[in-house]
């Protein structure tokens, strides 16, 4: 090479070595920068997508009955979920998982929407309680949509289905206007108890979630765990519920419409209630088919009613007791002073009917016979404002605080009432109808009760309620709720002794006495109210079924040493009598009589199993394989 | 064996042997508990065929190696015509032949050749006589390739064909009415090429660079999750196999492209300065033997392995920060693949072999 040229080459080649080394010092230069001077930075966010805080759902308290038989319990279901922070936010990754799923793209979007704006990294739950086919298509699922995750989380089960539906209720997820409603009350996709006891006794049956800090990799896969904070579970809850009475009174029923319930005239406890037609809990755990809609929700025979709480029947004669008291109290009659009934009698210028000529009787024959007669005559002396009132003191026009909720309130007519609902003045001949639980009046099952229970304690108004007890926390022994002491009414020991002696002869000579138990005195009265207007009972034959009168019965065990007492109410079964009062046999039958004989029944398919209770294993039965 | 070792230039092979021996543990952690687990294995005994292949290689007289360089370069365009014919397809792209067990990117090693070749044409006349149709005619040589790789498509590799024309201001100088019509010829190009020739994959690689921050779980996850690796090493690093990034798999192709974020991650800033302390080092002791070269073509063929070394560093090493856009491109000594180290070997190889001769005197 000529030197010249040599020396160029070199000359150029020693430039390139100095470019060389500033390429070098510029990429020192950019590490220095992300490793020292952003390196914590960086290092933070390393760990923000590699540490994740999952909450583990706590599982609700079980339910059990007073006798510890399991009425609810929890099992691990598998959910096929999208954690929080994998929310797919491409619009067209939710469109083909909606795809995928064969549901609503826009209703996905806005679920996703709505988990991600709000706080408490919940998870969005889009299958809930796999099977094992559907956990084999989630899985193929995962494997396309990497941000899916299959997560564990406890499950109702009731073990009684339709048992107890309308007194146990059933749990879901928290909705938007309850969120809205009371703010930080709950969390978003919280399960909370929707009705029944369920929604009554939330705060109790709720327990604490639990924090788990896991390590995940790219897909969002658990790696490792660390630093898990257990959740507490819901403390176990004991309802006053008699599993035994409870299947009884369900059996008693059948087919038939209506509502029972049994209270125990200790305390207030409902041992048993029940809502015909009932529903199976479990069912509304999923989302409801179409079907399902259909035959719950839009059906005219109303089945998700608590009939019990929130269905109004007239009372019929079961409310000529209070009309008695209203005219002892008042003063119009003693319990010696007689009426004649001739079958039939014209007040204001309308004929009142009886159902038969009764002849003369006093206010003890008036209640064994159910004679209309004698009680217009009442009425026509009374006004409607005095057997109000005589309601509102024994506590038929108030709620009566059973725990469970959305409780009607009984409605017992008034001046008042009419002026301010109708619009109207009151009629004079309206009291007429009034004094025989007819007209505007209408009462719940579990009002009824209530007051059929105040006559059996001398005047005591009960607070029904479910709670029994609830389950120390590391102990097996209960905490025992102390239902609110009961109001005393000042119900006067004669009018009691005539009442009693009333509602004795109802069952032993009068319209009742077909349900008569040899060796147990059970007292009570029936009750037909009429749907429609009134008709002729020549006609009744050809009522269709839902123009028929309701049967009632209401009254308490045992007579000498009152234990229980009760509310039947048949729909569009035709007499107390002959609907009515033989189911509230059959539950003094079982609860003074056969419940004493057998061990107790199991509800469902369960064994009751009374002597290990322990809290832990109580929710860790084996997940479903 | 101590016959051939004399071969050998221990300044340039020693760095060398580090780093293949930084990236075989690097590639190791990174394919812990993947798919890729065994890669290590696998690119070690590439590793000792490339170690061979190299002593080979630098055992020959590089007028040898020169004189079947035309031979070489067709042999090599016929390959890459292979490759496009029936080369293997991997995600979208045809880039491989498979021999057997073997799968083999020949546009690895034609990097070289032409590097040869062009070195060949160029150094048979004196560097004062060579003319600029020399030069364009030497471009030629190197836009062929280059086209044909990028038809399979690879535009790293492609991209990895330029510094060969480094060999043009080292023998014309640098001037501005070159460099002025070298930015209009590449804005031009880029432009067109913009509108034609990029796929959508490559636009958005460039949409990324410019933005990184714009879209982190789709087009800039890779960069994003790089430089989280790269900067959460920290000064000491997390240590080896403990790097989280890498470990949870959050950091993209790690035993290729990010196998520099991985040793990053766990080796920090001090390991960095070491990756590019032996990097410099390799250059430069390129360099110098392009100074003390025999022969012009010697002294290209010098400069031209230094240009593709350093372009390789500079591309890959800024790619996995973020500084530059993020191309397919792989790092020399440090990413898995029996093609690109056997190829960087061979040449390297030619290099020690142009050393040996100038020390012989």
Known sequence: MELQQHSLLQKRIGIMKTVAWFMILWLVLAYARVQIWKGREMQKLALAQAVKTRTTPAPRGLIFDRNTNKLVDNRRALHLVIQFEDLPRDSGQIEALAAALQTDPDQLKRRVVAIRQAAGNRMLVLQDNLDDASLARAEVLRARFPFLSIEVAPRRVYLGEDLAGHALGYVGEVTPEELAKEPGRYQLGEIIGRTGFEAARNDRLKGVDGQRRILVDYLGREVATYGVQEAKPGRSVYLTLDAGLQTTLKEAFGQVQGAGVVLDLRDGGILALYSSPSYDPNVFLNRLTQDQVGKYWNNPDRPMLNRVTQGRYPPGSTFKLLVAIAALEKGIITPSTTFTCAGHKSFYGRDFRCDAVHGTLNLVQAIAQSCDIYFYELGARLDVDDIYNTAKKYGLTELTGVDLPHEVRSRVPSRAWKREVKKEKWYAGETISVSIGQGANSLTPIALARFYAMIATHGKLLTPHLLYGVRQENSNDIDLYQPPAPRETGLDSGIWATLDEGLYQVVHSGTARESAIPGLTMVGKTGTSQVTSFVDKAHYATLSKKLRDNALFAGYAPRENPQIAFAVVAENAGFGASSAAPIARKLCQYWFIDRMKKPLPPPGAKLPDAFRLDPDQAGEDEPPR | ?361
């Not at chain 2, 789709?218 to 790269?230: D, E, F, L, P, V």
């Open chain 2, 1 to 361: 064996m101590r016959e051939r070792l004399r071969f050998l230039d221990s300044g340039m092979l020693l760095p060398m042997v580090l780093m293949v021996i930084m990236g075989t543990l690097t590639v190791y952690s990174a394919g812990r508990g993947t798919s890729q687990s065994g890669l290590w294995l696998k690119q070690s005994l590439w590793n000792a065929l490339a170690f061979m292949v190299l002593a080979g290689v630098a055992a020959i007289n590089p007028m040898r190696t020169f004189r079947s360089a035309l031979m070489l370069y067709l042999l090599g365009c016929m390959s890459l015509a292979a490759v496009l014919v029936a080369g293997h397809r991997i995600g979208g792209a045809q880039r491989w032949l498979v021999l057997g067990h073997l799968t083999w990117q020949p546009s690895e090693l034609m990097k070289w050749l032409t590097l040869l070749f062009v070195a060949h044409r160029l150094g048979t006349r004196p560097p004062r006589d060579v003319t600029g149709w020399d030069l364009a005619g030497a471009s030629m040589l190197v836009f062929f390739p280059m086209l044909l790789v990028l038809k399979q498509p690879d535009l790293g590799m492609a991209i990895s064909f330029l510094p060969i024309l480094l060999l043009i201001p080292l023998l014309k100088g640098l001037r501005a009415r070159w460099v002025i019509a070298g930015l209009v010829a590449v804005s031009l190009l880029g432009f067109f090429s913009w509108r034609q020739v990029l796929k959508p994959y490559q636009k958005q690689r460039v949409m990324t660079f410019l933005d990184p921050a714009a879209d982190l779980q789709g087009k800039g996850y890779q960069i994003n999750q790089s430089r989280i690796a790269i900067g959460s090493g920290g000064l000491f690093g997390q240590g080896f196999t403990s790097g989280s990034q890498t470990q949870l798999n959050f950091l993209p192709v790690k035993t290729t492209d990010f196998v520099f974020s991985v040793w990053a991650e766990e080796r920090g800033f001090l390991g960095v300065l070491l990756a590019l302390g032996l990097f410099g080092t390799v250059i430069m002791r390129i360099l110098d033997t392009a100074r003390v070269a025999k022969t012009a073509s010697e002294t290209y063929f010098c400069v031209g392995a230094a240009g593709i070394i350093a372009l390789h560093l500079l591309v890959n090493v800024g790619m996995v920060i973020g500084l530059l856009p993020n191309k397919g491109i792989v790092l020399p000594f440090f990413s898995a693949g029996g093609s690109s180290t056997l190829s960087y070997f061979l040449g390297l190889g030619v290099v020690m072999a142009v050393r040996y001769r100038a020390k012989m005197k």
